[in-house]
């Protein structure tokens, strides 16, 4: 089954971001409580790129005290290590991971990261099941309302056409006939999509990504 390693695709958003700005132009004195010298520079990433992962695949990034899963001992092994490199007694913690993962205990890719100051994040590991390959894919829609409203209106046309002629009788004026069907079909998805919207309490990737509430 295809899969989306979510460390490899930050790492990718790094890439094309360091190309862009200056974000990784890292001087010394950005980290005052840590010690940059034995800091991997792979491993640090600005809020912007963590930012676009969670939209882009419909993620959270919140505080560790939010997860609900546990940390393998592998992953308390490096927290303790990486305290131990900074000799700090104390650090914050952020966790990248789908929604349920703040709720349930299950195990789909989370990433933890350390909070360095200034809008720059550690990463110190990833564990668990790499993400479905095709959720980018089907996150999209729900990344703004100018997506939804694409997608509602794609999914609208194409189910008009598959359905059988005749649903709305116009003789003589078939295009009149696929007008009037697509308006039904439209209406009818934009009511679903609204329904299990509002009931449900869902919200845009680009709200939720960095929200600890629900909806």
């Known amino acids: 089954m295809y899969s989306t390693n979510i460390e490899k695709e930050l790492e990718f ?10 974000n990784y132009d890292i001087k010394i004195d950005f980290f005052i409580d840590f010690d940059y010298d034995k800091l991997d520079k ?3 990433y600005f809020i912007n790129d963590i930012k676009k992962t969670c939209i882009d695949y419909r993620l959270r990034f919140l505080d560790s005290k939010l997860f609900k899963g546990e940390f393998p001992n592998s992953t308390i092994e490096k927290i303790k290590k ?13 966790v990248m991971a789908p929604s349920k993962l703040f709720k349930l205990k299950n195990s789909d890719d989370p990433l ?9 994040y550690y990463l110190i590991d990833k564990w668990g099941n790499d993400l479905s390959y095709f959720r980018k ?39 009149t006939e696929f007008f009037i069907t697509y308006l039904f079909v439209l209406k009818s ?17 680009t709200y939720i990504w960095n929200r600890k509430y629900f909806n």
């Not at 958003?13 to 200056?22: A, G, L, P, Q």
């Not at 305290?83 to 650090?91: E, M, P, S, T, Y």
């Open 13 to 22: 958003i790094k890439k094309n971001s360091s190309k862009n700005s200056n």
């Open 42 to 44: 792979n491993k640090i």
């Open 82 to 94: 990486f305290k131990i490199n900074q000799r700090l007694n104390a650090v914050d913690l952020k």
């Open 112 to 120: 933890l990261f350390c909070d360095l100051g200034n809008d720059y």
């Open 137 to 175: 894919i089907s996150m999209w829609p729900f990344k703004s309302l100018k997506n939804i409203l694409f997608s509602i209106m794609l999914i609208s046309f194409l189910v008009t056409l598959i359905l059988p002629n005749g649903l709305f009788v116009y003789e003589n004026s078939p295009n």
């Open 189 to 205: 998805i934009v009511a679903v999509v609204l329904f299990f919207g509002f009931s449900l309490g869902k919200n845009f990737n």
